[in-house]
């Protein structure tokens, strides 16, 4: 239900916006996520953006580059990542929860009931 795209390779300092398309009939009850994982290392939180788009929150690593917008309109969720960083090289997922535990836990990746498939960001130095 959820299909993200528009990840690639990059070079440090570049930009790449990354889609998250919904199969969904009511895609503004869902809190949108996104998080990553690096080879070798455990999945991260990257940001979250609420139902309606008016509070979003970012990881401590990407504050000030990454921003995440959504449009309810076309059922789709963005991550919008300027400034990259080799660092920052890892296969995102995007993922929707409609859970009302959202608020304390929405940098748990178990507060998200649904998950697409991965897209490969790669940053080269």
């Known amino acids: 239900q959820l299909q993200a795209s528009g990840g690639g390779l990059v070079q440090a300092g570049g930009s790449l916006r990354l889609s998250c398309a919904a199969s969904?009939?009511?895609?503004?009850?869902?809190?949108m996520g996104w998080f990553r994982q690096a080879p070798g290392k455990d999945r991260e939180f990257v940001a979250t953006?609420?139902?309606?788009?008016?509070?979003?929150y970012y990881a401590d690593s990407v504050k000030g580059r990454f921003t995440i917008p959504r449009d309810n309109a076309q059922n789709t969720a963005y991550l919008q990542m300027n400034s990259l960083k080799p660092e920052d090289t890892a296969v995102y997922s995007c993922?929707?929860?409609?859970?009302?535990?959202?608020?304390?836990?929405?940098?748990?990746?178990?507060?998200?009931?649904?998950w697409g498939q991965g897209t490969q960001v790669t940053v080269s130095s």
């Open positions: 953006i609420g139902w309606t788009g008016g509070i979003t």
């Open positions: 969904v009939r009511t895609f503004s009850r869902y809190a």
């Open positions: 993922a929707a929860t409609d859970s009302n535990m959202y608020y304390v836990a929405f940098a748990n990746s178990a507060t998200y009931a649904y």
